[in-house]
């Protein structure tokens, strides 16, 4: 069978377009999905790591249960910590996340994602400036101006520019990449870099000077600049500024090398302010570029649902946030949370190793198709459904443009939400003990 | 359910306040019914409040949530009884709206504005939101689609592609916001007026409103074209709102409503040249209104304290925040719409501050006909909503109005007129602004009052009509308002003294019209050519897909409707 316009489940490109073929054995063919993409959505058989059966840790081994015996064990690991810790989400669609919070609720747990150790310091950067954004449409339509800025499209999201960015074609952009200036900022000559019309290396850690560096100049106080910035000659930074203001229609996509560099939310604080600044001379927006497909989905589901996209601390009843204080790795450096569920994620790989090492002390509960690092320090692990291949649902993409996930193919497993659904509801049946 | 011996309030019905008793039967008004009583005696009773124009849900709610965490530590409640956590004063959590709105004795409130294309997120928010009954409103004032129909003349083309977006948007009505200058906006630029034409696409404002409202009524949809003026939030804007609405005489209405409705009109009634002489022009729209029976309009009521303005008029935020040194989120949407959101303080000592409030207050007080105005705050744009009852006990009472004024800067009563008015709205005509009236607006037959076959909708409080006078004593119809004794909601109690007693899941009202299909042939071409070409998503991802509204409720509508 053919299925036209499936949406992609790698990035948070999520592109929509993919056809998909499927046969009596599975997916047989992503037609039009990038490679990332396309192992993604090929790799839900047996044969890729999938996890069959709910496992327990017996003696310091991964023995098979019943789901029932995963999910009681699961809640009542969750019930009997003071400080549980539900992390993940960014690869699973927004009706998980909303059972996620429900959980969060109820056992009093804080509630964080993989923007955490990504994005996070794009929404503290938010929170101080606002962001000037558009959908990716408005890219592909009007922008003559690309900017990347320590973000890497051309081997991290291999469609972005062709679909949406760089290479893109729409009304006020007939000539495609030809009518467009693409400029990249970044430490190393990336492949994105050597596709661009000018790239321009900085050293590492010197963003916000370099930012603050075109803030000044645009706002006509080049004479306070020495003739270097950073290694960066006076004149190269004044010519950019030219270039940026002389456009119809400015994008600026940024990623971990400005959020993770130092400064991190300061950087993008700053980068937020050049982005209204240049709205003065022309029209500019910024966008940061979200890595798993639904990560932004989690950030706008924990909005609604309690106030405040990431971080959230329930175990007052009352939703509290404070990152640096309530984000997961903050909570695990201060050896702080007693117990943790993951589900769509694989912190043991993304964590730096003192935190995987906290992990490792406590219960940990996973929910994942996969197995992964993580799965070797789970004490309960429940196999799911791949959302977005074989469960349907929302996902957010990077712009904040919802999209229905699509069901390709029927599922072996329960889905993150009835998996959710269940450990709530076992653990509503707990007494209070604390 | 009977509702016992209350003072009923039923302007629809022509009751104003007789002692009766309502009874609910299956979730609707009936002549008799069993099951529990209600003693009402010595009690105000209403329909169910109806908010005609509040932004409850969507894109922008969440920008406003993200960029403000400040807001979201205020209001924060902790998980109590049947209550979910809440958090946020002027963007609140979806929870928090649910259960705020039914304190006060609200059961339906529309949200205001929704990008056809990002409608999924608005339905997604709106069915976080317990209890109320809702609906969305879809943005079309800088549509392409639509300005490419409006400069072919193409008026069935057009109305087919409203009927398509209300569809796809899962949508009530058509929502106009500065017509052309989201467009504009897309290059860093505005329109200026009603006739300035919109760069690229050679249509005027004039041109889209008039022929918008045009579609709406070949529609014969519920509601009418709901409009946000362009120059909105300008001094000297009142000249614009009158030529706009001179510009809709000649639109017949398809059904037993106005041609047009008005939004927020508060920040669309001002005069002078700038923010030095900028002053009230209430009367001179409150006149027009006296005089015309074409437009209904909602107050759009500044409150002062914080707030966070929201809107799909891109460049109003933007110069905002410019004015304002205030942090700046804007988001375009492609082919649609722009947006922005800024947060802001409405201070006593600022003398334009102080006349926006004195504006809002005029147009209720100086519009003879309370059916021509709602009560809004333009939620949270003026303030947050939670603050009704306090313009509640500023309409009904000279003396509240007064002592308010004391605290406001001098030149006020150079700027405006609101200290010579002695108006005192009763309770019949605040009825009619908060419930009847928005219904009627809306074209909800079944909301809004109190006679048999209405939704079973209540609101009771412990306030005796017969005995309070509102002018001496505001502060007691404040605190009535600000917690009804018994919020009703299709027959059960959802809340009682400000406890939450019940949690349904409300309906999302949409609508569903027909257009003769050789116009939606001539349609899906043009269209096709747009997915292919300049959207960034598949047109088979585009629609709000029905797993998205829990309860819905589709009203019909359409050209064959009208004939």
Request: glycine share 10%.
């Amino acid at each position: 069978m053919i299925q036209e316009d499936v949406v992609c489940s790698f990035c948070g490109c999520l592109c929509d377009d993919i056809r998909v073929e499927t046969n009596d054995e599975g997916i047989v063919k992503a037609k039009g999905a990038c490679r990332l993409g396309s192992s993604k959505i090929l790799g839900h058989g047996p044969g890729h790591g999938r996890i069959s059966k709910p496992m327990i840790r017996q003696d310091g081994e991964l023995v098979e249960v019943e789901y029932q015996v995963a999910y009681d064990r699961a809640a009542r690991i969750l019930k009997a910590a003071k400080r549980p810790l539900l992390y993940g989400w960014a690869s699973t669609v927004c009706e998980a996340h909303e059972e996620g919070v429900l959980l969060a609720e109820e056992v009093g747990a804080v509630i964080d994602s993989t923007a955490t150790v990504c994005h996070g310091p794009s929404v503290i950067g938010v929170e101080e400036k606002g962001l000037a954004g558009a959908t990716l449409g408005q890219v592909k339509n009007r922008a003559d101006l690309i900017l990347f800025w320590g973000c890497n499209p051309a081997e991290a999201h291999p469609r972005h520019m062709r679909r949406y960015s760089s290479n893109s074609t729409g009304r006020f952009t007939p000539e495609g990449r030809k009518g467009r200036t693409v400029i990249v900022i970044d430490v190393r000559e990336t492949r994105t870099a050597r596709l661009a019309d000018r790239f321009i290396r900085i050293d590492p850690g010197t963003d916000y000077q370099v930012i603050s560096a075109l803030r000044l100049i645009l706002a006509g106080k080049a004479e306070i600049l020495g003739d270097e910035v950073c290694g960066i000659s006076k004149g190269k930074l004044v010519d950019l500024v030219d270039i940026l203001k002389k456009a119809r229609f400015g994008a600026i996509f940024f990623g971990l090398g400005l959020t993770h560099s130092r400064g991190r939310y300061k950087n993008i604080d700053c980068a937020l302010s050049l982005t209204a600044e240049l709205n003065a001379h022309t029209k500019f927006m910024i966008m940061p570029m979200r890595g798993h497909y639904n990560v932004a989905g989690i950030g706008q589901v924990m909005a609604w649902e309690g106030g405040y996209p990431m971080s959230v601390d329930y175990s007052r009843g009352a939703p509290y946030f404070n990152p640096g204080e309530t984000a997961a790795c903050d909570l695990l450096a201060r050896r702080e949370a007693d117990a943790a569920l993951i589900i769509a994620a694989d912190p043991a790989s993304n964590f730096p190793r003192s935190i995987v090492e906290a992990l490792a002390e406590i219960p940990v509960i996973q929910i994942d198709p996969y197995e992964n690092p993580t799965t070797l320090l789970a004490d309960v692990v429940i196999p799911c459904a791949i959302a977005g291949v074989e469960v349907e649902g929302t996902a957010y993409r990077m712009d904040g443009l919802p999209l229905r996930m699509r069901k390709v193919i029927e599922p072996v497993h329960p889905s993150d939400e009835e998996i959710l659904k269940e450990i709530r509801e076992s653990a509503r049946r707990l007494p209070d003990d604390h | 359910m009977i509702i016992k011996g209350g003072v009923v309030y039923d302007p629809a019905n022509g009751v104003l306040g007789e002692e009766m008793d309502i009874c609910i039967d299956a979730g609707a008004v009936a002549e008799a019914a069993g099951g529990p009583t209600i003693d009402a005696r010595g009690m105000l009773v209403l329909p169910g409040g109806v908010d005609a124009h509040s932004h409850i849900a969507g894109p922008k709610l969440n920008a406003g949530r993200i960029m403000r965490p400040d807001d979201g530590r205020i209001g924060t409640e902790p998980r109590r009884g049947l209550c979910r956590p809440c958090t946020g004063y002027t963007v609140p959590n979806s929870s928090a709206i649910g259960y705020r709105y039914a304190r006060m004795g609200y059961t339906t409130v529309f949200e205001a504005a929704t990008p056809i294309i990002e409608s999924r997120h608005t339905h997604e928010e709106l069915e976080a939101i317990p209890i109320l009954d809702k609906g969305a409103l879809t943005l079309f004032g800088s549509n392409w689609t639509v300005m490419e129909c409006v400069g072919e003349k193409d008026l069935p083309k057009l109305s087919a592609y409203v009927a398509w977006g209300l569809r796809a948007s899962r949508g009530y009505g058509v929502k106009i916001v500065n017509p052309g200058g989201g467009e504009a906006w897309g290059f860093g630029s505005n329109v200026k007026g009603l006739h300035d034409p919109v760069p690229e696409f050679n249509v005027t404002p004039a041109e889209i409103i008039h022929e918008l409202a045009r579609a709406n009524e070949r529609l014969c949809l519920p509601h009418s074209i709901h409009l946000h003026f362009n120059n909105l939030g300008k001094p000297g804007n009142y000249s614009t709102a009158i030529e706009t609405l001179d510009l809709l005489k000649d639109i017949v209405p398809s059904r037993d409503r106005q041609a047009v409705h008005v939004t927020h009109m508060q920040f669309s009634a001002y005069g002078g040249t700038g923010w030095r002489d900028f002053e009230s022009k209430a009367p001179e729209i409150a006149d027009y209104y006296n005089k015309n029976d074409h437009a209904t309009m909602d107050m759009g009521q500044i409150i002062f304290g914080s707030a966070t303005t929201m809107t799909a008029d891109g460049p109003l935020e933007y110069a905002n925040a410019r004015l304002l040194h205030q942090k700046w989120s804007n988001h375009d949407i492609e082919l649609e719409e722009s947006s922005g959101v800024v947060p802001l303080v409405y201070i006593r000592g600022s003398p334009v501050n102080a006349v926006q409030w004195a504006i809002g207050l005029e147009l209720a007080l100086l519009t003879e006909d309370p059916w021509k105005v709602l009560l809004t705050t333009d939620n949270p744009n003026g303030g947050p909503f939670v603050k009704y009852p306090e313009v509640i006990a500023l309409l009904m009472s000279h003396k509240r109005r007064e002592e308010e004024m004391a605290k406001l800067p001098e030149l006020l009563s150079k700027r405006s007129v609101i200290g010579s008015i002695e108006r005192e709205l009763g309770w019949g005509e605040i009825a009619v602004m908060t419930r009847a009236a928005p219904a009627h607006v809306l074209g909800l037959k079944e909301k809004g009052h109190l006679g048999v076959g209405a939704d079973g909708d209540v609101s009771i409080y412990e306030i005796d009509p017969r005995e309070v006078d509102p002018g001496s004593d505001p502060a007691l119809v404040e605190r009535a308002f600000t917690q009804a004794k018994y919020t009703i909601k299709a027959g059960e109690v959802v809340s009682r003294d400000g406890e939450i007693a019940g949690i349904p899941q409300g309906r999302t009202f949409w609508t569903d019209a027909n257009v003769p299909e050789e116009d939606m042939a001539r349609l899906m071409a043009s269209l096709k050519e747009k997915f292919e070409k300049y959207y960034s998503i598949q047109m088979s991802n585009y629609m709000v897909q029905e797993a998205y509204l829990s309860r819905p409720v589709a009203v019909r509508a359409g050209v064959e409707v009208a004939q």
